[in-house]
């Protein structure tokens, strides 16, 4: 299991490194836990938090990446930048990303092979919205965000990094898709990945809670989640990092 905590655009360096504290502190006591933990940042919280995760065995990942390696990008981060600040991961094509400035496929499947180049893990995040689910195109869009990566960075590299399903419609929202929902879905993006993706890690995200993380985790193809508003206060990311280790 991987619970992985995106903090989007949140909070302030006293509350970022408060945050990582109180992760780390808890974490330190649960050494032989069998489950792993990631948490994406504000990139400008970045150093404090891998300064404060550096014993905890916390991954720290950015919650995006430039495709470009380096030169004149105002205002970009290259991914080997955030190697060098002690960054292990990253997302890459989160919905909020793609839906609100206009990220598509191809520059999702760019941003993930400048991840790897520099030896960052991407967590792909993938899902339809609600009117593509109601039209019933839910498995070809998923199919096709992740294909569009595939044809990139071929579909041995896909599973080496980590997968995130999270259908539109359930993030931020407090609706969450069934645990039925989310293992249809996982156990087709388990498919398409074939023998080498076994070991992928696919997370759920959208909505995820303390209530409902247990039956979503209990499903076969759900290696964790991809928590938004529930990572934002220590002791509910806990329970579910709890909940992950129970399951
Ligand atoms: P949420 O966000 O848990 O607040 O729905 C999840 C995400 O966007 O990664």
New binding site residues.
Partial sequence: MLI?G?W?MNGSLAKAADLAECLAQQRLNRIKSNVRVAVFPPAVHLPIVVHRLQQARIYVGAQDVSAHTDGAFTGELSASMLADVGCSMV?VG???RRARLHESNREAANKYAAAQASGLTPVL?VGETLAERDAGHTSEVVEGQISAVAEQVGWENVCLGVI?Y?PVW?????I?ASPQQAQDVHAGIRQRLGDAGEQTYILY?????AENAQALFAQEDVDG???????LQAAEFLRIIQLAEEA
């Fill in positions: 992985a995106n989007k997302l989160h919905s909020e995040c995130a999270e359930a993030i931020g929202t407090g969450t995200g959208g909505s995820v809670n989640g991809l928590i938004g508003g529930a990572a």
